[in-house]
């Protein structure tokens, strides 16, 4: 491309300034150590572009994301899979290093300083990641998804039994701190009385449902469909609350995002309920495949006038067919003129 003269001279001059940087061999191996460090990260923004954020799933990929920092460090600089990949393609001849055709002059140099900044940089990366997750050591967030998520009810104590006490702690420390909200919703039990429901509520699940092997949305389905149920719902309030409570601001950033594309600057003038109302729509309504509008249109078309002169419709009211003939003649007088004609 350097030397297409179809390009402009500038633009030439640029081509060849980046082929001199790509033949320093820095430029690929970085990009390839790049790859490699912001994996966590890709993990991380997945579990936040879901639509149905919840404490355990965050969690859980942030967990996925600590193991995969944990192997980055712990590899060598050639070890990493898309380091391997480019260095299995770079081709050597006479002591000279080349890549698809073009000649690495300082491969050896390049190399070894990726190899010092590999740690340099994942430490940066890592620190980016903690300073962004602060509910990382939040006390209250982890004791919350001890209790939701169900794949780890399953504990065994030092004696080799079932611990049915281990998340005893974690439920004391939640009924205490949410104690507000959990009234107002309508607990009225006392924390020994959480607690033994709690304790019915392990049982059960770890004796019928398999939650180790189960996912924990489908072992919580599962228990709020239960016929005991009833009997347990003090402990499906506190779930029903944790579910609720926001794990990231997400969701929030979504909707001042959306409200952005919906009131433009073209769009200035947009009422507030207007707003309100495609926001909402946008936000929790229904996919566009799937939308049917007629319940729509009929409010639409009976919520309020359409017309400049037209009144309000009336509700339809069934009409009785049967209505009362006027009588010109009787029937009497008929039937006498017809018997006078016959016997005339």
């Not at 300034?17 to 390839?32: D, E, S, V």
């Not at 962004?132 to 039994?161: H, K, P, Q, S, Y």
């Not at 709690?198 to 449902?209: A, K, M, P």
């Amino acid at each position: 491309m350097s030397e297409d003269m179809s390009f402009k001279a500038a633009d030439c001059e640029k081509f060849k300034g980046w082929l001199k940087k790509w033949q320093q061999a820095r430029i690929p191996l970085l990009a390839c150590l790049f790859i490699e460090i912001l994996s966590p990260g890709k993990v991380l923004s997945l579990a936040f572009q879901d639509e149905d954020i919840d404490t355990v799933s965050s969690l859980l990929r942030l967990e996925t994301a600590k193991k995969q920092f944990m192997r980055i460090e712990k590899k060598e600089f050639e070890d990493l899979p898309t380091v391997s990949r480019f260095l299995d393609k770079v081709e050597e001849s006479n002591e000279a290093f080349s890549y698809q055709n073009v000649v690495l002059k300082s491969f050896e140099n390049a190399k070894e300083s990726a190899r010092k900044l590999k740690n340099v940089l994942l430490a940066k990366v890592k620190q980016a990641v903690e300073a962004r997750l602060e509910f990382g050591e939040n006390r209250l967030v982890i004791f919350a998804c001890t209790v939701l998520n169900t794949e780890g009810w399953e504990r065994m104590d030092e004696e080799g039994e079932k611990d049915p006490l281990f998340a005893d702690e974690c439920v004391t420390e939640l009924y205490s701190h949410c104690q507000n909200p959990l009234s107002n919703a309508g607990l009225d039990g006392s924390l020994s009385d959480l607690l033994e429901r709690w304790h019915s509520v392990i049982e059960y699940t770890t004796h019928y449902l398999s939650p180790s092997t189960t996912p924990y949305l489908c072992v919580w389905r599962r228990i709020f469909d239960s016929s005991r149920s009833e009997g347990w719902s003090m402990v499906l309030l506190l779930a029903e609350l944790l579910f609720s409570i926001p794990i990231s601001n997400a969701k929030v950033e979504w909707l001042f995002s959306l409200m952005n594309r919906i009131k433009t600057d073209s769009r200035a003038t947009l009422g507030e309920s207007t707003l309100n109302s495609l926001i909402r729509i946008s936000m929790e309504g229904p996919k566009f495949e799937e939308y049917d509008p007629t319940s729509a249109i009929h409010l639409w078309a009976d919520i309020t006038t359409r017309q400049p002169h037209q009144k309000r419709r009336k509700k339809y009211k069934h009409k009785d067919s049967s209505k009362k003939r006027k009588v010109l003649i009787d029937d009497s007088s008929t039937e006498e003129s017809a018997e006078s004609e016959e016997s005339s």
